[in-house]
């Protein structure tokens, strides 16, 4: 594993926050497998939510990404690229489900229509 705190100087500047994505082993208990959704929405208001990701394949196999920790913002004609993880990786993907949330408990559902949807595999960036 990488110690963070050594990193710090170098992923830190005193300008602006950094983030940083290391790569994990492919095996148990460090294995997450990223994805990069790129999604162009249709709505006409500002959404702000988040979005999990599920992918099935051919057998009916499927896994879920884990939810991000901020919120995403989806604007009308504007792309919106999401980190997204997964435990474990599936090779020849079926189907492909969003599900968008916005967390809260009482108010209107609403609902996030898209235009345009990406989703590449940074650890395999061929498929």
Request: aromatic share 12%; proline share 4%; glycine share 4%.
């Amino acid at each position: 594993g990488y110690h963070a705190d050594r990193w710090k100087k170098l992923l830190i500047p005193n300008t602006s926050p950094t983030k940083a994505y290391f790569d994990t082993s492919d095996q148990d208990p460090f294995c997450m497998y990223n994805y990069l959704l790129d999604i162009t929405t249709w709505n006409k208001s500002i959404r702000r939510g988040f979005i999990k990701v599920k992918i099935t394949d051919y057998a009916g196999n499927t896994i879920e990404s884990q939810m991000n920790s901020e919120a995403s913002i989806f604007q009308q004609h504007q792309r919106a690229k999401i980190l997204t993880g997964f435990h474990r990786d599936i090779e020849k993907i079926a189907k492909i489900s969003l599900t968008f949330s916005t967390k809260t408990l009482i108010g209107p559902k609403y609902k996030l229509r898209i235009l345009q949807m990406k989703l590449k595999s940074l650890n395999n960036p061929k498929r």
